[in-house]
């Protein structure tokens, strides 16, 4: 009599089982271009134009520290040439020297207040783009899940970013599916007149430091002082 009980029983929980998976809705699977959402929304657009600004008013102060480095190495250049001046006294070729001295510490000092001020101003920026991404990114998410809801997605896949061998995560999707266009036409809705359409790639904001006699050291600029030395 155990037997065919335990036949009984095994039979109806395969029934029941087969049952709920009966009962599951069919996987409705939807794709977006989160890449193509970033790069083409209106607060991406706003972003740049304002990263592109401030990284030109960052690069105008690091050229207008660069001038005044010039001008302490013209000045050194010409005292260290008094120091060799056979027309001077001894005294006033040793206050030369000093003088050449002390405008070469500040020589020094202003190299370092570039190099500072470059990395300071990557840094602040690059923190402004990352913050930025990660929240637009956040925010382009919320939009893409309620669209694919609305359409009865039960599965949401990003085609845009590459695996870790570097090829697509999709190889071929069904255009149908893909609801990119629709996303950016739900973004779109809260888009200011005045924000004009168009792709931008916002990469890795830099401060170029201006080019000298000598290669910069870890990309921040050189003040140099060609054929001369400090004084010990």
Request: charge should be neutral.
């Amino acid at each position: 009599m155990k037997k065919p009980i335990h036949f009984l029983v095994a039979a109806a929980m395969l029934g029941a089982f087969s049952l709920a998976a009966q009962a599951q809705p069919a996987i409705k699977l939807f794709v977006v271009d989160m890449a193509k959402i970033y790069d083409t929304h209106y607060k991406t657009v706003e972003k740049t134009a304002q990263l592109q600004s401030d990284e030109q008013k960052a690069q105008e102060e690091v050229d207008r520290m660069n001038k005044e480095g010039t001008s302490l190495v013209e000045e050194y250049k010409s005292l260290n040439e008094q120091t060799t001046n056979p027309v001077l006294t001894a005294e006033a070729k040793s206050k030369a020297q000093n003088d050449a001295q002390k405008i070469f510490d500040s020589i020094q000092k202003k190299q370092q207040e570039i190099q500072t001020f470059v990395q300071n101003s990557r840094n602040a920026l690059n923190q402004r783009l990352m913050t930025f991404r990660n929240l637009l990114l956040e925010e382009i998410g919320k939009t893409a899940q309620d669209v694919a809801k609305r359409k009865g997605a039960t599965l949401l896949v990003d085609k845009s970013g590459p695996t870790g061998i570097g090829i697509s995560n999709i190889l071929y999707s069904d255009p149908a599916y893909d609801i990119t266009d629709e996303v950016i036409k739900e973004i779109n809705k809260d888009r200011p007149p005045t924000v004009p359409d168009g792709k931008v790639n916002v990469g890795t904001p830099t401060v170029v430091p201006p080019s000298t006699d000598a290669a910069p050291a870890a990309g921040a600029p050189m003040i140099t002082v060609p054929n001369v030395t400090p004084k010990k």
